[in-house]
């Protein structure tokens, strides 16, 4: 597998990655089977590079991904900005989770909550080491603009003192955000100097915008763009999920014309949908989320077709992308 630079630092990542969100039993329900085929068919491929969070089942995703991971070669990022505290939540799906382990979420992106996250990863996945840091899930998407500003002054303040910390002294490699939205991103670049932001769902068929400003940004000052929810939450593969929730009439619409497209030219719209992020240089890795080993393996599979350099001029002469947004050259996995 091909691999790609993260910021300014010496790690490198595969440009396929696994994201580890499913691994939780987010919105689907998933035993540790399922998530145990999903990596070992990674690594039987040559994929090493690993993405999860302890917000994922609540700590589940850890477990897994630490007990599959130990002893092997691998990259692993996860992330800080939730503690978990012992005793069930009492609506698991109010946070789009089913069957997690007996905990709940508390936001704190402080000094302190980062470093006891931080160790706290380290004993639920069982391993020494952790290769990226993120702080998880700040923005106004997530918070609302009064809580957000809270949380960020938070991070400002005291918790980007941590991230930078564990940085300097060795314990992690690269540290960044992982978010759903680029204006979070284009803050955080005034208060620090990030390694990588894992952006999900921004950049992708659907949504180019970060071309205008962040990706320019990012670039400036040698940061990397993690692409997560390739396939923007399941509508770019068939489903009907967008963004999390039910796609809307105009995501229909236009998923359709993607769809009429990549018809056109014999292409399946997934292989696209993994394929173009990858256009651009800022952009070292894609990490959709599986929930199977044979989910998996039609993702190696998309990652392999041939995309012929007609579609994507189709598509831009379409409208359906955006003018700025480089298209790929060739197979960006091969």
């Known amino acids: 597998m091909q691999k790609r630079r993260i910021g300014r ?11 580890g969100a499913p691994f939780g039993g987010n919105f689907a329900t998933l035993d540790r089977s399922d998530a145990a085929g999903v990596l070992e068919t990674a690594l039987a491929a040559g994929i090493s590079y690993v993405d999860t969070a302890p917000f994922y089942g609540f700590g589940r995703s850890e477990r897994v991904v630490g007990d599959l991971l130990r002893g092997k070669q691998h990259v692993l990022s996860t ?22 382990l007996p905990f709940h979420p508390v936001y704190d992106y402080t000094y302190d909550g980062v470093m006891r996250s931080y160790d706290a990863s380290l004993q639920r996945l069982g391993l020494d080491r952790i290769d990226i840091l993120m702080a998880h899930d700040i ?57 990588v932001f894992l952006l999900a769902g921004r950049y992708t068929l659907l949504e180019q915008t970060p071309v205008n400003d962040l990706f320019p940004a990012c670039e400036a000052a040698g940061t990397s763009i993690i692409c997560g929810g390739p396939f923007n939450s399941g509508v770019l593969v068939g489903r009907e999920m967008w963004n999390y929730a039910k796609a809307p009439e105009d995501i229909v619409e236009r998923v359709a014309k993607l769809k009429a497209v990549a018809a056109d030219h ?26 199977s080993a044979a989910e998996f393996e039609g993702i190696l599979k998309w990652a392999k077709q041939p995309i012929p350099t007609a579609f ?9 992308l955006h003018p700025d947004a480089p298209l790929p050259e060739g197979n960006p996995y091969e």
């Not at 992330?79 to 939540?89: D, F, S, T, W």
């Not at 994507?312 to 359906?320: A, F, G, Q, T, V």
Request: net charge negative; charged share 25%.
């Open 9 to 19: 630092t010496d790690i490198e990542v595969d440009v396929l990655g696994v994201g």
């Open 266 to 291: 014999g292409v399946p719209l997934p292989a696209a949908a993994l394929q173009f992020p990858l256009g651009h240089p800022v952009v070292a890795s894609v990490i959709p989320g599986s929930r």
């Open 312 to 320: 994507w001029e189709d598509l831009r002469e379409k409208d359906l």
């Open 139 to 195: 923005g106004e998407f997530q918070h609302g603009p009064e809580e957000n500003a809270r949380h960020f002054g938070d991070l400002k303040t005291s918790g980007y003192k941590a991230l930078e910390e564990l940085k300097s002294s060795g314990q992690v490699s690269a540290i960044g955000l992982g978010v759903n939205e680029k204006e979070i991103c284009l803050a955080a670049l005034e208060i620090g100097q990030w390694d």
């Open 79 to 100: 992330k800080v900005g939730r503690l978990l505290v012992p005793g069930a939540a009492p609506d698991p799906m109010e946070f789009g989770m089913i069957d997690p």
